[in-house]
């Protein structure tokens, strides 16, 4: 058996907060490898990328999830006690609960709530000065979702909710003021929706057929029990949240749109293209850098040992922009994706492998479907300006974003 490419840092913790995205790749690159050993969180952690290395870690016989997430992920992203710490018969029972509200119609429906969200607010965006795309995006998107889930929400309560998802997703990879914003985000929230479940089920709150709300306080799991309030607060979060997540993906989208514009033309009113394009953008940006498991029971890989209990995380940044898999990865070419037809270990933004048996993202074809409403939306219903502004994303900030938030300006209604 080999020894496994080891960066030999004593703890790497800090290097990891720096370089961000690039810290598995950079490693790998340097010891020409996909697999490489490290010190993270004062644990020994393997850290592998590319497709081989997909398809090992989305294996359920050889990987748990049970206690591989950092706690400071759990006490902001997360939540403790969610969907992705399960394992086997728990995890399967829970993950359906969630994949059973993703139905095409419903899908379809939430779009359509965002692009009523969207068109309504171009007049007011045309009447005021600049304003800050991912600002917008998010509050348009906690209305939207919201209204979807069947979750209650008043007009002044929008900015507050938009701003504890947003803390909760900033949360685990910062240090300081931004990781206890996090804390208490999930703190916060984490209450109201224990609240709203409680009145869903004393059935002083009336919550529509199919909708999140209904399906999580309903749900009893495979031995027949309900959720306890606080884990099924963290479900309706784990809906609620990475809805308003998609606000960075969209501010990709315009950003590719800026920095390739002959793309508008392409994308607009052809579906086909504007899949392409928001593929691409879901490979290329920086969003999730990694996913965390740790070793079922010990096991060998080419060559290489893997110890029970061992952490491992998979580079999803480093797959999605491996020269192996991906041509000329540091280009921004949706053309790749023409005849695409889908590969579970390839393609990984929000996780690989199969939605209703492994940990693969529940929210994939939401985030799609987001995605190509505001593609149409910023190529078919508005034309506006992007004025000088700071564009360049940090790989070393994560969850990266535009430093501008970006600025668009001079806003008209085409459409
Ligand atoms: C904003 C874009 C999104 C990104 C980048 C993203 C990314 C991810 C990633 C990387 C995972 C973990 C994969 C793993 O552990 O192997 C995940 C899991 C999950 N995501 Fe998403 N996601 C997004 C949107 C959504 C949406 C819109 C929803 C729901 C409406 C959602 C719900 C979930 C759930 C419930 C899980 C846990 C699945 C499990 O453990 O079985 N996500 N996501």
Redesign the pocket.
């Known amino acids: 058996m080999s020894a496994i490419p080891s960066d030999r840092s004593p703890e790497s913790t800090l290097a990891f907060l720096r370089e961000g995205y690039r810290f598995v790749g950079a490693r790998c690159d340097r010891l020409g490898t996909d697999i490489v050993q490290t010190r993270l969180l004062l644990e020994p952690t393997i850290c592998l990328r590319g497709r081989p290395a997909a398809e090992l870690f989305?294996d359920n016989e050889r990987f748990v999830?049970r206690g591989a997430m950092p706690m400071r992920a759990q006490r902001t992203l997360t939540g403790v006690g969610g969907?992705?710490g399960l394992d086997g018969a728990a995890?399967r029972s829970r993950?359906a609960m969630?994949m059973s509200i993703m139905t095409p119609a419903a899908i379809r429906h939430l779009g359509q709530l965002f692009d009523d969200e969207w068109r309504a607010r171009i007049p007011a965006w045309a009447e005021s000065g600049p304003v800050v795309l991912y600002d917008e995006v998010g509050r348009m998107l906690t209305r939207a979702v919201w209204a979807w889930a069947g979750v209650p929400l008043a007009d002044a309560d929008v900015p507050r909710r938009t701003a504890e998802m947003h803390a909760m997703i900033e949360g685990p990879a910062v240090v300081g003021p931004g990781h206890w914003r996090g804390r208490l985000g999930r703190r916060r929230a984490e209450r109201w929706a224990g609240e709203v479940i409680e009145r869903v089920r004393a059935g002083a709150l009336p919550a529509p057929e199919g909708s999140a709300l209904r399906v999580v306080a309903e749900y009893r799991d495979e031995r027949g029990t309900l959720l306890p309030r606080r884990i099924a607060a963290v479900e309706l979060l784990?809906?609620l949240r990475?809805?308003v997540?998609?606000d960075?993906?969209v501010v990709f989208c315009a950003l590719a749109l800026h920095d390739h514009p002959h793309w508008c033309d392409r994308v607009r009113g052809d579906d086909a293209a504007a899949e392409r394009f928001v593929q691409e953008v879901r490979r290329y940006y920086p969003?999730?850098p990694l996913?965390a498991a740790r070793v079922r029971r010990s096991f060998e890989w080419q060559g290489y040992d893997f110890p029970q209990g061992r952490r491992v995380l998979l580079d999803?940044y480093g797959t999605n922009h491996h020269p192996e898999l991906w041509p000329e990865p540091e280009r921004f070419r949706p053309e790749r994706f023409d005849g695409w037809r889908g590969d579970p270990f390839r393609l990984v933004?929000?996780?690989?492998g199969d939605h209703d048996t492994?940990?693969?993202?529940?929210?994939?074809w939401?985030?799609i479907e987001l995605m190509k409403r505001a593609v149409g939306n910023l190529t078919g219903s508005m034309s506006y300006r992007v004025p000088p502004q700071d564009l360049a994303l940090d790989l070393g900030r994560m969850p990266a974003l535009p430093p501008s938030g970006l600025v668009l300006d001079g806003v008209r209604r085409t459409a």
């Open positions: 989305y999830r969907v992705q995890h993950k969630f784990n809906v990475p809805t997540a998609v960075r993906f969003f999730f996913a999803l933004p929000q996780g690989g492994g940990h693969r993202c529940a929210g994939e939401i985030t």
